[in-house]
């Protein structure tokens, strides 16, 4: 069975600290990882993937096969990076469809 | 705008009443998905298409449940006899084949009454 699991439903920092939203998931295979965000009023959007390797409004991803985790990083969190993040996990078999976490709303305070 | 569109917005029915929504993916795209989300989750995989063809449905998508995607462009959700428990956010996405990069609409949030 697939599963992603975002251990906090709600993250607050100040404006200038260090960001880490975690990620695990549970997947046999090899899968894909994702992050999507939603700032407020706006759709889902991609964030970044981790196949990609790049590094999106300085959030940066690595995929630990070892650990199962896929946490999200910033070094110096802005006041627009508050918004709700979802991690999601794609599978290697055949299968298209993205399992989702339950998100965590990251609150950058000035 | 280009990007995908569903209708309606919001949809306000009551109880064992019958729903139909659509979404239309981005033009090339010949992927699409069908989301479920409601308060304080991520979006749950319902269905997906390749072109018109339905290759993939979860077990959240009861007999009430059916999505058609005719010529492999729009979509349409309906739910039969609605129940409270049906009230959510519906996501539609839509993906190219080749780059596997989910583009979502804005959503139709259905309250059942």
């Known amino acids: 069975a697939q599963r992603v699991t975002q251990p906090e439903k709600l993250l607050s920092v100040f404006k200038g600290a260090p960001v880490e939203l975690k990620c695990n998931y549970s997947y046999s295979g090899s899968p894909e990882l994702f992050w999507y965000v939603q700032y407020s009023r706006q759709r889902l959007q991609l964030l970044l993937r981790h196949i990609s390797r790049e590094s999106i409004k300085g959030f940066t991803a690595d995929l630990n096969k070892g650990e199962t985790s896929f946490h999200l990083k910033k070094p110096f969190a802005q006041e627009e990076d508050s918004a709700m993040y979802y991690c999601a996990l794609k599978g290697d078999q055949g299968a298209q469809k993205l399992v989702f976490g339950q998100g965590t709303r990251l609150t950058i305070n000035p | 705008d280009t990007g995908v569109s569903q209708d309606p917005r919001h949809k306000i029915t009551k109880r064992g009443q019958n729903v139909t929504f659509r979404c239309d993916p981005i033009s090339e795209h010949n992927r699409l998905y069908w989301y479920r989300q409601t308060l304080g989750q991520g979006p749950e995989f319902l269905t997906y298409f390749q072109n018109e063809a339905q290759l993939e449905k979860s077990r959240l998508l009861s007999d009430r449940f059916s999505a058609e995607r005719p010529k492999g462009s729009f979509s349409t959700l309906e739910i039969q006899r609605t129940e409270q428990g049906d009230s959510a956010m519906y996501l539609c996405?839509?993906?190219?084949?080749?780059?596997?990069?989910?583009?979502f609409g804005p959503g139709t949030r259905l309250t059942v009454t």
């Open positions: 996405a839509s993906s190219l084949e080749v780059v596997y990069e989910q583009y």
